[in-house]
């Protein structure tokens, strides 16, 4: 038996089970992202159209657009792709793990504990994009680690995720002070560079930026997939997953070190972005109508909604240059009061 909403497809002695609602919303987000690359490529000083963008890209278009397109807007569209696609995956699985809507990684601190690794590393050594990755990621491995180890010893139960969510966001508020003192205590030109950082940008972002999101997202992201239908299990219940063989803490345990990865190294490409793990897997959930986990479909849905910010950073009014952390915290705030007023 067909469950409902699927389709089965016969491929020699295999068969395939899909969601056609799902394949019509991924080729729609698709179709999204197409579009804002054309604009976030044509978008600058140097307008282009998407002719030009096209002729740039094969590198038969103008000698300048060429070379502004490919050393300065393809790094930084790659980039926020990238970003947003790792906020968008791991915003899945900490809010399948949960079980809260709120179980993003920038809600519950583990955003921040990366944040606190990279300005140490940007203050007190450098800017350099592979070290600052390596800083943010052990930086959030170690937050994750005490944020769960603390959520454990409160107690177990159907109200764990809750406890998670708590014990995350006073880790975030402690860390948020370490990273001002870290700021207090630093050279004015290094304080500087990470207090830009802070704001979460994409200006001035490089092929070295580009291939280190890239490469994390090629490290944990197959992770993640592999057990994406463990985690569907676990987030029926837990006692439900033990009954039909899934064993959780081992899954539980993998699943939360690749997405804090995942956050770690779209945090140390850009700074910290909010609200685009929070809002991308809803989203993908509410356009795929799939009871599935959305990890597909959320990495789709956050590049575009960075993207998204990022070409309404740069067309704002009164010629208003506007970091797109900024951009996201503002348009996510409002989306935060809009599902808390419906539930």
């Known amino acids: ?181 870290l700021l207090a205590m630093g050279e004015i030109d290094m304080v500087m560079a990470a207090q830009v950082w802070l704001a979460g940008s994409l200006n001035a972002r490089t092929w070295g930026h580009a291939a280190t999101v890239w490469a994390g997202l090629a490290i944990f992201a197959p992770a993640v997939c592999l057990l994406s239908q463990q985690l569907s299990t676990i987030e029926m219940g837990e006692d439900m997953a033990r009954q039909l063989g899934v064993p959780v803490g081992r899954v539980r345990a993998v699943l939360v070190m690749a997405a804090v990865g995942l956050s770690s190294v779209g945090t140390a490409a850009t700074g910290p972005i909010a609200f685009v793990a929070l809002a991308a897997p809803q989203l993908a959930r509410r356009l795929t109508g799939a009871p599935e986990v959305p990890l597909l479909s959320a990495a789709l849905t956050g590049a575009s909604l960075l993207m998204a910010a990022d070409l309404a950073s740069q067309a704002a009014p009164f010629g208003l240059v506007m970091p797109v952390g900024l951009m996201t915290g503002f348009l996510g705030g409002l989306y935060l009061l809009l599902v808390l007023l419906r539930r």
Do not use: C, K, Y
């Not at 799902?22 to 992202?33: C, D």
């Not at 070379?67 to 980039?79: A, C, K, N």
């Not at 603390?150 to 990273?179: E, K, P």
């Open 1 to 181: 038996m067909i469950p409902a909403g699927r389709r089965a497809q016969r491929l020699g002695r295999l068969s395939l089970l899909w969601r056609p609602r799902s394949l019509l919303a991924g080729l729609g987000i698709l179709a999204v992202l197409l579009a804002l690359s054309a604009g976030l490529l044509g978008t600058g000083r140097l307008a282009l159209s998407p002719w030009e963008v096209w002729l740039a890209l094969i590198g038969q278009g103008d000698p300048v657009a060429t070379r502004i397109l490919q050393s300065v807007r393809l790094p930084r569209l790659l980039t926020a792709a990238g970003v947003g696609a790792a906020l968008g995956m791991a915003g899945a699985v900490f809010q399948s793990l949960s079980r809260n809507p709120l179980g993003s990684p920038d809600v519950i601190g583990f955003t921040t504990g990366a944040a606190t690794g990279a300005v140490m590393q940007i203050v007190l050594s450098s800017l350099d994009p592979l070290r600052t990755a390596l800083a943010a990621v052990g930086s959030g491995l170690l937050t994750a680690i005490t944020v769960l180890l603390l959520a454990r010893r409160s107690g177990s139960g159907s109200g764990s995720g809750h406890r998670l969510i708590l014990v995350g966001i006073g880790a975030g508020a402690f860390l948020t002070g370490a990273n001002t003192l």
